[in-house]
């Protein structure tokens, strides 16, 4: 019975050294260091104009620009644009898009209130943005600028009309004081 047991250890630890040795010849899913990368978009200026903030007055933009009122923005290049409120767009006050040579990829309007969609202003800006074959997204203000972003820096040829919002109230701001045992301790 002992040379039995022996036998079967022998082999049972023949095994294990094998399963070992195949264990240490594998790679890993990391060839190189293994180090895991965070590249903040808004800081590399190669991606062009990117827009870090809006406000009621107008936009930051990531090379340190603050602009006031609305804007146009392309990924090298920015545009004042003369418009009180989006309401107010109109084939006349886009046609820079439609001028453009090579066509853009993508337009992103960014409105500066929560319209209904059926607004007069936006069925008349759907038929025209048809007409002309410019591909558009109407969007919020809080989502085109995302949307735009994300575009820009993924190289796409992508423009941005922009409108301030009339109000601003940040959706973090806090607007009535917490109670006193849900304050941060002064120090």
């Known amino acids: 019975m002992t040379s039995l047991s022996s036998k079967l250890f022998r082999q049972n630890?023949?095994?294990?050294?094998?399963?070992?040795?195949?264990?240490?010849?594998?790679?890993?899913?990391?060839?190189?260091?293994?180090?895991?990368?965070?590249?903040?978009?808004?800081?590399?200026?190669?991606?062009?104009?990117?827009?870090?903030?809006?406000?009621?007055?107008?936009?930051?933009?990531?090379?340190g620009f603050n602009v006031i009122g609305p804007i146009i923005v392309f990924p090298r290049?920015?545009?004042?644009?003369?418009?009180?409120?989006?309401?107010?767009?109109?084939?006349?006050?886009?046609?820079?898009?439609?001028?453009?040579?090579?066509?853009?990829?993508?337009?992103?309007?960014?409105?500066?209130?929560q319209y209904p969609a059926h607004a007069p202003f936006l069925c008349d800006l759907r038929a025209w943005l048809k007409k002309t074959k410019i591909n558009a997204e109407i969007l919020p203000i809080k989502h085109a600028i995302p949307t735009y972003n994300f575009l820009a820096a993924e190289g796409r040829f992508v423009a941005a009309a922009l409108v301030p919002p009339k109000h601003f109230v940040p959706e973090y701001a806090v607007t009535a004081p917490l109670p006193k045992h849900e304050r941060i301790p002064d120090y």
């Not at 006349?92 to 309007?109: A, G, K, R």
């Open 13 to 63: 630890t023949t095994c294990i050294k094998r399963y070992f040795n195949r264990s240490a010849i594998r790679r890993t899913a990391f060839e190189t260091e293994g180090k895991t990368v965070v590249k903040i978009l808004n800081k590399d200026l190669s991606n062009g104009f990117l827009i870090n903030a809006f406000s009621e007055h107008g936009f930051t933009l990531s090379a």
């Open 77 to 113: 290049t920015f545009l004042s644009w003369n418009i009180a409120a989006s309401s107010d767009m109109n084939a006349e006050s886009l046609c820079l898009f439609n001028v453009l040579e090579p066509q853009l990829d993508m337009l992103i309007i960014g409105l500066d209130m």
